[in-house]
């Protein structure tokens, strides 16, 4: 088993949990790499709509905020969304009757300007049937910091339920909260050194700030799913081909 008893307690009382050292350097190196790789081939190629909803517009240079299915389309991230460490650590969150990347994404944040990703709750994107069946893991690639944009969540809410989500006119997929439904809902910091895994329950809400450092902070998240899960109420469209079956 991964996780402790405290972990797991830690999870259930506050929707999220953050392991360090659960991969290898080995792994990590070869995802940063082969990240950056798809990056160069996909930098070359992209449409004019492709350039709004994929480029960093904070970023000094023409660099990605992020790209989406790297465990259907990249060996690396299946053989990573497959270690036993990460599964067994999903299992004893989800439950143990096989689980499935429904989604995956690379987060780039480039150095001086990557920008934020607002808040939001991953089970409005997804719709799950079981809330609880869907769970995050957010593994950096960097050391993701303060500085440079780690992750911050909403302690506990993943017990008060889904809040709707607006998103700006001409960014339709970056469902957000209102700045009036988060005035009263503080935030910690969720500092991840790199191949650790924070692990976050589909409800629970979460964001990222800008990256104010000169360095990358370069992160995948993996959305499992238990295989028995099914997709009643989503709010954004994902292709079931993208899905890949781990357990
Ligand atoms: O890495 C980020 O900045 C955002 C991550 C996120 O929203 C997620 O993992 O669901």
């Not at 259930?12 to 050292?21: C, K, M, Y």
């Not at 989406?68 to 009757?97: C, M, N, W």
């Not at 607002?118 to 957010?138: E, I, K, M, R």
């Not at 503080?186 to 991840?192: E, R």
Request: include cysteine.
């Amino acid at each position: 088993m991964t996780l402790s008893d405290e972990q797991i307690t830690h999870y259930a009382d506050l929707g999220h949990v953050t392991v360090t050292g659960l991969l290898s350097n080995t792994d990590i190196e070869a995802a940063r790499n082969d990240a950056m790789a798809w990056a160069g081939e996909t930098l070359g190629n992209l449409t004019p709509m492709d350039e709004h909803w994929y480029l960093d517009a904070g970023a000094t240079g023409r660099h990605l905020r992020k790209l989406d299915d790297p465990v259907h389309f990249r060996q690396v991230y299946k053989t990573l969304a497959s270690r036993k460490s990460l599964v067994d650590a999903v299992e004893q969150l989800i439950g143990g009757t096989g689980v499935t990347v429904y989604f995956s994404q690379i987060f780039f944040k480039p150095p001086e300007g990557g920008g934020p990703k607002p808040v939001h709750q991953d089970n409005f994107y997804f719709g799950p049937s079981d809330p609880d069946g869907l769970v995050t893991a957010w593994i950096a690639l960097d050391d993701a910091t303060v500085e440079n944009g780690c992750l911050y969540y909403g302690d506990g809410s993943h017990k008060t339920g889904l809040i709707d989500h607006i998103a700006p006119q001409d960014e339709p997929y970056n469902l957000q909260l209102t700045p009036e439904a988060l005035a009263d809902k503080p935030m910690t910091a969720a500092p991840v050194p790199s191949g650790g895994v924070s692990f976050h329950h589909g409800i629970t809400l979460h964001g990222s700030g800008d990256n104010n450092s000169a360095s990358w902070r370069r992160a995948v998240a993996f959305h499992y799913v238990r295989n028995d899960v099914t997709f009643v109420s989503p709010a954004w469209t994902f292709d079931p081909d993208m899905a890949e079956r781990i357990s």
